[in-house]
């Protein structure tokens, strides 16, 4: 029997909940398809933080290198100011193992609603490729005080008294200013990715910058997208501005294979393509490095008021799981797993927010039970 | 009888149609309420561009400045690559004139169909306030090259190795940056502008940003948002991460009242809303200044295959001379103009993509009789 090492980050919240959940999916997809995935705990997360200062360490970041493979529940506090969990473990995580692809299939379940008149299951079918390591998400920038930074200061200060007539000298503290860094590498490996997703589906790749404004980062992005498509003579290329693609995603959804993003555009549209396909309770998401460590989870965060009380919604959790499983090369029991999300959902096995009546501990018994069966 | 003077740039494509029919319309509203408009042509575009190189030059923006308000067509031709004109002429205009409010009215009008399921012109009437003279707009950035840039090249590729391990120095041309400046002023009066705003209306503000990742311009974002509102005690506020607030537009449009917003994101986020109401067709924008030049423009392009057809719809550029009489202190003449583009919606007085037989040129007429009736 081929067996898997995998861990395992439940993080806050409702993340234990559902990361439960998904393990009884996965293990069952193991029984029924022939293979076994030891999971190993790490307790990364705000209590954590919270007690320790610790966020996520070297040592914890090596440890889980040894790793094909992490499934990740969710992250956040509302004890903690924005961006020290996402920035101190999810991004991290995300660079740290250079998971360049974040993978976001966009599908309506048979069963489910969208908040989209007239569209079906047949009309919302497509797979964002959302660069992950790249753009505004590397952090660099500063508020325009004197001190440390003093250097990129002094440039950030000449350009914008220049452009601006502002004297940024005298008003220390004024200024805050973000820097986006695309590369050449970076760009033509996440958009070969999507080429090749494109080859195994209808073909067609749609690129999303804004070349028209933020002319240096999106210009390279769209010279190496001409660049790349040169190879993949068979798939059908477009380019949308990221404002226009928000209005095709919710009045001609059906339009699209495969969208490949830069980072921040990615993360805006992922999440109205979480809608268009029912919400966040369904929406799956894998930061993939295709020769690496792989992370999967939700894309919804860690709803601390749900927490323990056995209502969260698991199915988005589930269907990473299934992601995950794709990325061991289990792709039979992959398929599995989605089928029988959709049986659940057609049988109203789901919880409340979803219509249903079932609790978060039941659903993954269901699922599991109709994996087996 | 008073009298305004205003600038008029048509612009390319459909430009010069859709604002004939604009100007019939205030100039009706002029002769219903009273007050004259004298018109300025002014003839910057792609053609021009084309023929001469130029863009729009420095006495232009001065004999502009002459005027309180211009009235835009729009710009874009296949000819030129993306970004020149855009930045040349549309985004040098607004900088030019510290044009800092881009007002968006999200309103789905009575007879008009939202691409969303179940929802009425009761539940879609919002406003987005976008910021629109900072942010990721400033157009900083380049490509890694040695060069005359050199010196913000350097601190770049300092930042990138020390966070990559990557030698940038020797591969040139391999990356490319652009930078984003938030300042407190610039955020402050926008805020302020948005507050005021919402105290008219519902009384509710969102603040739209993405501090839990570009921590440093989002942070001061977020921080002068903080020190704002105390200002506006009558004001409930509330916070949406970009990447949420596209969710909630779709699922939830009801919830907005006002939304205030970084430029970028407001680009994104206004699109989406576009759509919400109705699509391209029937969007307005006000480019403001409150103590200077504004100017008005429909949101959509200059769809240069429909040029000269007499087919374009006219709404979006008729509700954007509402907002132009709004500006020059016409209140009542501003809301008759709407009145009466709903009434020709009702009346099915409108072009083909509206479902009508109208023409373009037919459109300003109807509008502007059933204004002098
Ligand atoms: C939590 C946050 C840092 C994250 C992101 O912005 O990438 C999330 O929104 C996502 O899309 O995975
Ligand atoms: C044409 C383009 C430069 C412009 C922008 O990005 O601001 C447009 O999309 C808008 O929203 O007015």
Known sequence: MTSYNAACMPGDGIGPEIIAEGRKVLDAAGEKFGFDINWTDFDTGAEKYLQTGELISEDELKELGKFPAIYFGAIGDDRVKPGILEKGI???????????????????LQGIETP????????IDFVVVRENTE????????????????????????????????????????????IGVVSREGSKRVMEYAFDLAETRKKKLTSVD???????????????????????????????????????????????????????????ITDLGAMIQGGLGLAPGGNINPKGTSMF?????????????????????????????????????????????????????VTKDMGGSMHTSDIGDWIAKDILR
């Open 90 to 108: 999810l991004l991290a995580v995300r660079f740290y193992f250079d998971q360049y692809v974040n993978l976001r299939p966009i599908k309506l």
């Open 116 to 123: 989209l008149a007239n569209k079906k299951p047949e009309d």
């Open 135 to 178: 753009d505004f998400y590397v952090g660099i920038g500063s508020r325009a005080k004197a001190g440390k930074q003093r250097d990129h200061l002094e440039v950030i200060r000449d350009l914008y008294s220049v452009k601006f007539g502002v004297d940024v000298e005298t008003d220390s503290d004024e200024l805050a200013y973000q």
């Open 210 to 268: 804004k070349a028209n404004v933020l002319t240096d980062v999106y210009g390279l992005w769209r010279e190496v997208f001409e660049e790349t498509k040169k190879g993949y003579p068979n798939v059908t290329t477009e380019y949308n501005f990221v404002d226009a693609i928000t209005m095709w995603f919710v009045k001609n959804p059906e339009w699209f294979d495969v969208v490949v993003t830069p980072n921040m555009f990615g993360d805006i």
């Open 297 to 349: 989870e939700p894309i919804h965060g860690s709803a601390p008021k749900y927490k323990g009380k056995n209502v969260a919604n698991p199915l988005a959790t589930i269907w990473s799981g299934s992601l995950l499983l794709d990325s061991l090369g289990e792709h039979a029991a992959a398929s599995a797993v989605v089928s029988s999300i959709e049986h659940s959902i057609l049988n109203k096995a």
